[in-house]
């Protein structure tokens, strides 16, 4: 009887989790399995019916591409300086509302706005500002008169993406918040009344109790923002299309362009897994460094 009752719930259990099992093998499984298998074959437009194995040569070329090593770069720089900007920004606007206490929810509320903001609308705003005829020029050149002719922030490779970090850094800035916030919301009070009676002020609290207190919260931020960075895509597409001869492009834009614009899906193959792995590398390497902060 107890047999029967225990395979009746196995059975029970199997068939809840079956439809999810389906839908994560078809939808997760296979196409990463399939993107795998088709890195190692010429698979194009032209041969989409009858592709030729060449084993590692899409790998060879993608580590041979110049233009992948420019978006590789411009990739690695977008990280570096939105995600430390995003991180720092959010935990200053979360540490000045956590010492507030009127009107702490509307100003969450203000700092959140733009994380919710489509990327499409803020990417074409930002593009309308910057663009070379945009509100930034006309504002520099008929209000202020710094400029005589109209500067084309898009158009090079320098201001390109730092256009597309300001709007990464804004866009993030609210999410920093509000992960920052709950976390200095649990940060014991006993031990800044202690710091107070020792004469402490609000800088020393901050660097020698709120900081080490909320190291965990801050190495979390640190490997879901690198993950971001690296997927970089919209703002590039719509604000610069990668121009000038893909100076500014990022190797999520220059995949894309790989595969839908000159059919070389077996290259874009390649190329995803290529910056799998360096994630994946990046990934181990945070969360060593998340368990020693944890030991410590």
């Given at each position: 009887m107890l047999r029967e009752k225990s395979a009746k719930g196995k059975l029970q259990l199997w068939l809840l989790v079956l439809p999810g099992l389906l839908v994560f093998v078809f939808f997760t499984v296979y196409p990463i399995a399939k993107l795998f298998a088709m890195s190692f074959?010429?698979?194009?437009?032209?041969?989409?019916?009858?592709?030729?194995?060449?084993?590692?040569?899409?790998?060879?070329?993608?580590?041979?591409?110049?233009?992948?090593?420019t978006t590789f770069v411009n990739t690695l720089l977008y990280t570096l300086i939105t995600v430390p900007a995003q991180m720092a920004i959010g935990l200053l606007v979360a540490w000045l509302i956590n010492?507030?206490?009127?009107?702490?929810?509307?100003f969450r509320v203000i700092n959140y706005l733009p994380v919710i903001t489509s990327w499409v609308i803020a990417s074409l705003v930002f593009k309308y500002c910057f663009n070379t005829e945009g509100l930034l020029n006309y504002f520099l050149t008929e209000v202020i008169h710094v400029s005589k002719t109209n500067i084309r922030w898009l158009d090079s490779?320098?201001?390109?993406?730092?256009?597309?970090?300001?709007?990464?850094?804004w866009k993030g800035v609210g999410w920093n918040m509000v992960v920052f916030l709950a976390a200095l919301q649990q940060v014991p009070k006993d031990l800044y009344e202690a710091a107070e009676m020792d004469g402490a002020g609000s800088w020393r609290k901050f660097f020698s109790i709120t900081i080490p207190q909320i190291v965990p919260t801050i190495l979390f931020a640190?490997?879901?923002?690198?993950?971001?960075?690296?997927?970089?895509?919209?703002?590039?597409?719509?604000?610069?299309?990668?121009?000038?001869?893909?100076?500014?492009?990022?190797?999520?834009?220059?995949?894309y362009f790989k595969a839908f614009n000159q059919g070389e899906f077996g290259y874009a193959a390649a190329l995803s897994f290529v910056i799998a792995v360096v994630l994946a590398v990046l990934a181990v390497f945070q969360f060593k460094a998340m368990k020693r902060k944890e030991a410590a």
């Open positions: 074959f010429e698979w194009n437009f032209g041969s989409m019916f009858d592709q030729k194995y060449i084993g590692l040569s899409n790998y060879i070329t993608v580590f041979k591409d110049p233009t992948f090593s010492g507030i206490k009127r009107f702490s929810v509307t490779r320098a201001t390109g993406l730092a256009v597309a970090m300001i709007l990464g850094t640190w490997v879901m923002l690198t993950i971001g960075g690296f997927n970089v895509y919209t703002s590039i597409k719509l604000m610069t299309g990668g121009n000038p001869v893909h100076q500014t492009d990022t190797v999520l834009t220059w995949m």
